[in-house]
């Protein structure tokens, strides 16, 4: 298998390449968590301290998502940000998520990897540097958010695995 960062025909080659990145990133992340068991999913770590799986799907889902509609310059439609969000809870800390099936989150992270997709088919290479608002007064290019997108998932995906590390050795315990 040949590994590239070559877009989708009719995207520019940055946007295709940044895109690229984005999709090898959630394909990687869906082979990382593909046959999780439903409490391996609920796990939260040895002292039950840390985000389990579930909780960052849910998450990188909820986060991307953001940053379709920052790009596009469009708030949120209420129905998707009640099926995807909040980002957190009262406490500050990223939603509990219980009970929801891994393929349920896969399938809700698909649809908007699908969007993902489509939002980066209207893009131009030329357009990448116009700026969007990011984290208050602050601001980011599309480029950069594009490439935080797949730079996040990467992220996540360390903890995802750890987690599982953690899991296996707890199951081999009991």
Not at 26 to 42: D, P
Not at 62 to 86: M, S, T
Not at 142 to 165: C, E, M, T, V
Request: charged content about 25%.
């Amino acid at each position: 298998m040949i590994h590239d960062l070559k877009g989708k025909p009719e995207m520019g080659p940055v946007v295709g390449m940044l895109y690229a990145m984005v999709e090898g990133n959630y394909q990687r992340l869906t082979s990382i968590v593909a046959g999780m068991t439903q409490e391996e999913l609920n796990y939260k770590g040895p002292k039950n301290e840390y985000n389990s799986t579930a909780q960052l799907l849910k998450h990188l889902a909820y986060v991307d998502l953001n940053w379709i509609f920052r790009i596009k310059g469009e708030a949120i439609p209420l129905e998707l940000e009640e099926h995807y969000g909040p980002m957190l809870d009262e406490n500050r800390q990223l939603p509990q998520v219980k009970g929801i099936a891994l393929d349920v989150l896969i399938r809700n992270y698909d649809d908007v990897m699908a969007m993902m997709k489509s939002l980066c088919y209207e893009l131009t290479d030329k357009g990448l540097t116009q700026r969007v608002e990011y984290e208050n007064a602050n601001e980011a290019t599309i480029k950069w958010g594009i490439w935080h997108i797949a730079d996040h998932s990467r992220y996540h995906q360390a903890h995802i695995n750890q987690l599982r590390k953690w899991f296996k050795e707890s199951s081999r315990v009991k």
